[in-house]
């Protein structure tokens, strides 16, 4: 019996070591994974550069390109078919508003003309004649030697010819605004910057024979976006840069702003004028700067801090435990190293101006290491 109780004892003794053993072991895994997560956690918090959004003055830069285009310029088109039979000018010829430039063969059109006009001298001698038959007839009727039918119809005859003479005058019009045709001139003074054919070519009605352009006054045409649009007015100075003249600067004047935005660009067209009298060539690349209206105390962050996603401007907001969220703004006047923020932000918020590119939605930053 005492055997047996022993046996007991001894069973038991090894059931409670082995419980002792899967319970420390189970306790110690627990640990463990403790330990992991917290390390795995404390591994994902990331390290970034943080910042608060500042209230400062800025002056606005605005930089543009475009080419310095003629103040006015179009093209001269043949208004009649003909033959070149004679050209006067060359490219680069100065030209006077009226000054001939080219004449087309004359033959066919002098000759309908001579038509014209012998049509029209014979409807006004038969209106005169026609007149003359009213009047005798009217006179007849008068002393009752004819009928009202008989002057009724003297009548209607005088009203025909009157009709066939504005036709015929018509006619003549017509013809002498052909025969005139027939020799292109200058709509105004400029020069001539393209000759398009030579004598002998056949052009055909509305046909451009040259381009004319006046280059004593130059403009190009920038396109300002409607957050910066508000500091530039009509009348405005320019900077403006040639790169086909280095050192070169020239100084030009706002002369035109767009009422209406370019959609859906949301910019407006402005042309930017500048005197000539130096007779530089046309069509020239430029750049051009415009200093726009100080903006007193706003909101500005790092450019750099700015994430574009589906076309929106955005930064990384983090709050109180780290976590960072998107947050779409509203930019005003931006260069390259600042941003007005219109909205979207204030000046307690918490922004990632620095490795954003490894963040995303919820993503959890290391404050006390964000080099705020």
Same mark, same amino acid.
């Given at each position: 019996?005492?055997?047996?109780?022993?046996?007991?004892?001894?069973?038991?003794?090894?059931?409670?070591?082995?419980?002792?053993?899967?319970?420390?072991?189970?306790?110690?895994?627990?640990?463990?994974?403790?330990?992991?997560?917290?390390?795995?956690?404390?591994?994902?918090?990331?390290?970034?550069?943080?910042?608060?959004?500042?209230?400062?003055?800025?002056?606005?830069?605005?930089?543009?390109?475009?080419?310095?285009?003629?103040?006015?310029?179009?093209?001269?088109?043949?208004?009649?078919?003909?033959?070149?039979?004679?050209?006067?000018?060359?490219?680069?010829?100065?030209?006077?508003?009226?000054?001939?430039?080219?004449?087309?063969?004359?033959?066919?059109?002098?000759?309908?003309?001579?038509?014209?006009?012998?049509?029209?001298?014979?409807?006004?001698?038969?209106?005169?004649?026609?007149?003359?038959?009213?009047?005798?007839?009217?006179?007849?009727?008068?002393?009752?030697?004819?009928?009202?039918?008989?002057?009724?119809?003297?009548?209607?005859?005088?009203?025909?010819?009157? $009709?066939?003479?504005? #036709? @015929?005058?018509? *006619?003549?019009?017509?013809? +002498?605004?052909?025969? =005139? !045709?027939?020799?292109?001139?200058?709509?105004?003074?400029?020069?001539?910057?393209?000759?398009?054919?030579?004598?002998?070519?056949?052009?055909?009605?509305?046909?451009?024979?040259?381009?004319?352009?006046?280059?004593?006054?130059?403009?190009?045409?920038?396109?300002?976006?409607?957050?910066?649009?508000?500091?530039?007015?009509?009348?405005?100075?320019?900077?403006?840069?040639?790169?086909?003249?280095?050192?070169?600067?020239?100084?030009?004047?706002?002369?035109?702003?767009?009422?209406?935005?370019?959609?859906? $660009?949301?910019?407006? #067209? @402005?042309?930017? *004028?500048?005197?000539?009298? +130096?007779?530089?060539? =046309? !069509?020239?690349?430029?750049?051009?700067?415009?200093?726009?209206?100080?903006?007193?105390?706003?909101?500005?962050?790092?450019?750099?801090?700015?994430?574009?996603?589906?076309?929106?401007?955005?930064?990384?907001?983090?709050?109180?435990?780290?976590?960072?969220?998107?947050?779409?703004?509203?930019?005003?006047?931006?260069?390259?190293?600042?941003?007005?923020?219109?909205?979207?932000?204030?000046?307690?918020?918490?922004?990632?101006?620095?490795?954003?590119?490894?963040?995303?939605?919820?993503?959890?930053?290391?404050?006390?290491?964000?080099?705020?």
């Amino acid at each position: 019996m005492n055997l047996q109780n022993r046996k007991v004892k001894i069973v038991l003794g090894l059931l409670l070591a082995v419980c002792v053993i899967i319970g420390y072991r189970i306790y110690s895994n627990i640990q463990a994974d403790r330990a992991r997560a917290a390390k795995m956690s404390q591994s994902r918090s990331i390290a970034v550069v943080t910042a608060h959004p500042v209230r400062r003055t800025i002056v606005p830069q605005l930089h543009f390109s475009g080419s310095l285009d003629p103040e006015w310029q179009a093209q001269v088109a043949a208004k009649v078919d003909g033959r070149l039979e004679k050209v006067y000018v060359h490219e680069g010829d100065h030209v006077e508003k009226g000054q001939v430039l080219a004449i087309l063969e004359q033959m066919d059109t002098d000759a309908n003309l001579l038509s014209a006009k012998g049509s029209f001298l014979d409807a006004q001698t038969s209106l005169r004649k026609a007149e003359t038959d009213l009047a005798r007839y009217e006179k007849l009727y008068a002393t009752g030697a004819v009928s009202q039918q008989v002057v009724d119809d003297y009548r209607f005859a005088r009203d025909n010819a009157a $009709a066939k003479l504005e #036709a @015929a005058r018509g *006619s003549l019009q017509g013809m +002498e605004s052909k025969a =005139a !045709g027939t020799v292109v001139t200058a709509p105004a003074d400029g020069i001539v910057a393209k000759r398009f054919y030579q004598e002998g070519y056949y052009a055909k009605a509305g046909t451009p024979l040259f381009a004319i352009a006046d280059i004593s006054m130059l403009k190009t045409t920038i396109h300002i976006p409607e957050g910066q649009v508000t500091g530039v007015k009509v009348g405005n100075e320019a900077d403006i840069a040639l790169p086909a003249y280095p050192g070169k600067k020239l100084v030009g004047k706002i002369t035109r702003i767009a009422p209406v935005a370019d959609l859906p $660009a949301h910019t407006f #067209a @402005a042309e930017v *004028s500048v005197d000539n009298s +130096e007779g530089l060539l =046309a !069509g020239v690349y430029a750049n051009v700067s415009l200093i726009g209206e100080p903006r007193e105390q706003v909101l500005t962050i790092p450019m750099h801090a700015i994430v574009m996603r589906d076309d929106q401007q955005t930064v990384f907001v983090a709050d109180a435990q780290g976590v960072v969220q998107r947050r779409v703004l509203a930019l005003g006047y931006s260069d390259d190293k600042v941003a007005e923020v219109l909205s979207g932000l204030d000046e307690k918020d918490t922004i990632v101006v620095e490795g954003h590119n490894k963040l995303r939605e919820g993503s959890r930053i290391n404050l006390e290491k964000a080099g705020k």
